[in-house]
């Protein structure tokens, strides 16, 4: 079978990236600044495996899309099967953390929402999905503190801590299990906070996760 893309971590083992799982609407300023209402459970959407480009990549903007936004999230990744987790199944089943760029075509997805339509196409086309290397959850206690961001040219966009998240890593990891069967290798981008804005051809973009992980990217218009 052949292998897709690999969630390296800083140990250097590897992990197949599984299913990726996203997370709208879970920072309250983001909502606002999308003039969207707070949900009263998570949104959940989801981007194919292939989507995903790691380190050194390139942000491949579709032709025609003219308004591609950048969201810089954390990620949690999944080590154990998870089916109706516990909180505490859940903390344990977190195998580590990165981060990474839930690319969006702004205009498209708008169009989505006005007419009912499913997300797929402005979130899941190819290269959506940069993913930095992986930190262990064993090396950071406590992910609420750790900041992450974003720039652009070298001039900060975004920059939060997942503690202003409306519902913690453990309780997305709960709320997705309900419903679906979680396994190793996949992912959950954990929803981004305020500052998205758009990328164009020639940007280079930076995202963090505290000192531990960095995702270097170009922007390019694909062919
Ligand atoms: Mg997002």
Redesign the pocket.
């Known amino acids: 079978m052949p292998v897709g893309f690999l969630l390296e971590m800083l140990s250097g083992q590897s992990l197949p990236l599984g299913t990726i799982y996203?997370?709208?609407r879970n920072y309250a300023d983001h909502a606002r600044e999308m003039n969207a209402e707070l949900p009263s459970e998570p949104v959940v959407f989801l981007k194919p495996p292939t989507s995903a480009i790691s380190d050194g990549g390139t942000i491949r903007i579709p032709p025609n899309e003219t308004n591609a936004h950048h969201?810089v999230?954390l990620v949690a990744v999944i080590g154990a099967e998870l089916h109706n987790a516990s909180l505490d199944d859940a903390h344990r089943a977190i195998a580590g953390y990165a981060v990474g760029i839930?690319v969006?075509l702004r205009d498209r997805q708008t169009h989505a929402k006005k007419h009912g339509l499913p997300w797929a196409l402005a979130k899941g086309f190819a290269t959506s999905a940069p993913i930095s290397r992986m930190v262990p959850a064993e090396a950071i206690p406590a992910i609420g503190d750790v900041e992450f961001g974003l720039e652009v040219n070298g001039t900060v966009r975004q920059r939060a801590t997942p503690r202003r998240m409306i519902w913690s890593v453990e309780e997305l990891i709960v709320f997705l299990s309900r419903w679906f069967i979680l396994v190793p290798g996949d992912v959950v981008?954990t929803?981004?906070p305020e500052g998205v804005g758009p990328l164009a051809e020639g940007d280079r973009v930076r995202a963090w996760l505290g000192d531990a992980v960095e995702l270097r990217l170009d922007v390019a218009v694909a062919v």
């Open positions: 996203c997370i709208g969201e999230e839930d969006t981008f929803g981004t």
